[in-house]
């Protein structure tokens, strides 16, 4: 499953921006799905995850309120929706699936077979 990411950029504190993933072929909807973020020098950390219908959602602490994850399954697209960007948001994103459903289990990297190679969002302060 190749999944592209794009949309990384250079914004200010406090601006917006929304990063994709593709993923094309039919079977994206089959498949939940998760964005991860690696600082440099630390390993990847949960950000958020979907399941595959899209009701169901879970937020790493630092990002709750102010990250949306979404997906729109008739365009194969994973979105993350970022508002009220900080320096500290300053990384790079990935995308990843996988076949699991437990969103608890979703927070881990594990639970995922399928990755992006990641794009990156600068944050200005």
């Known amino acids: 499953v190749q999944l592209p990411a794009f949309g990384g950029g250079l914004v200010q504190a406090g601006g917006s921006l929304r990063v994709s993933c593709a993923a094309p072929?039919?079977?994206?909807?089959?498949?939940?799905m998760g964005w991860f973020r690696q600082f440099p020098g630390k390993e990847r950390e949960f950000v958020a995850a979907i399941r595959r219908s899209g009701g169901n959602t879970a937020y790493a602490d630092s990002v709750k309120g102010r990250f949306t994850i979404s997906r729109d399954n008739a365009k194969n697209t994973l979105y993350l929706q970022m508002n009220s960007l900080k320096p500290e948001d300053t990384a790079v994103y990935y995308c990843a699936a996988g076949y699991g459903a437990i969103l608890s289990e979703m927070r881990m990297r594990r639970a995922y077979e399928f990755w992006g190679q990641g794009t990156l969002v600068t944050v200005s302060s």
């Open positions: 072929g039919r079977t994206f909807s089959g498949y939940s």
